[in-house]
């Protein structure tokens, strides 16, 4: 049996070191689905939360401009500029969930 032995009599507080905790999930992910999207696609998407999470809208992407804005320009109202808005992308995607891509037939 091995017995331990202290050879300093002066007991002192020492607070534990912050460890770096490796694993899980890791550091959080931008779901910014937007931004690298091609200029003139059109999309579906619908809200994530809130009373009207059956509703899907249709959207064309207007391009990113502006420091990182996308333009986008809701339910084909490609002749009325006056609907159009800029976004946030990555707020656009926190909220909004893509549901497809329209492809031109």
């Given at each position: 049996m091995l017995k331990l032995v202290v050879n300093n009599e002066i007991l002192e507080?020492?607070?534990?070191?912050?460890?770096?905790?490796?694993?899980?999930?890791?550091?959080?992910?931008?779901?910014?689905?937007?931004?690298?999207?091609?200029?003139?696609?059109?999309?579906?998407?619908?809200?994530?939360t809130g009373p009207n999470t059956?509703?899907?809208?249709?959207?064309?992407?207007?391009?990113t401009h502006a420091g990182n804005?996308?333009?986008?320009?809701?339910?084909?109202m490609y002749d009325q500029p006056s609907n159009w808005f800029w976004c946030d992308p990555v707020e656009f995607s926190k909220v909004y969930e893509l549901r497809g891509i329209l492809e031109d037939e």
């Open positions: 507080d020492q607070e534990a070191a912050p460890r770096l905790m490796t694993g899980g999930k890791g550091p959080p992910k931008s779901w910014d689905w937007l931004s690298p999207m091609p200029a003139g696609t059109v999309f579906l998407a619908r809200p994530k059956w509703i899907i809208y249709e959207f064309g992407h207007g391009g804005n996308t333009l986008l320009i809701p339910n084909r």
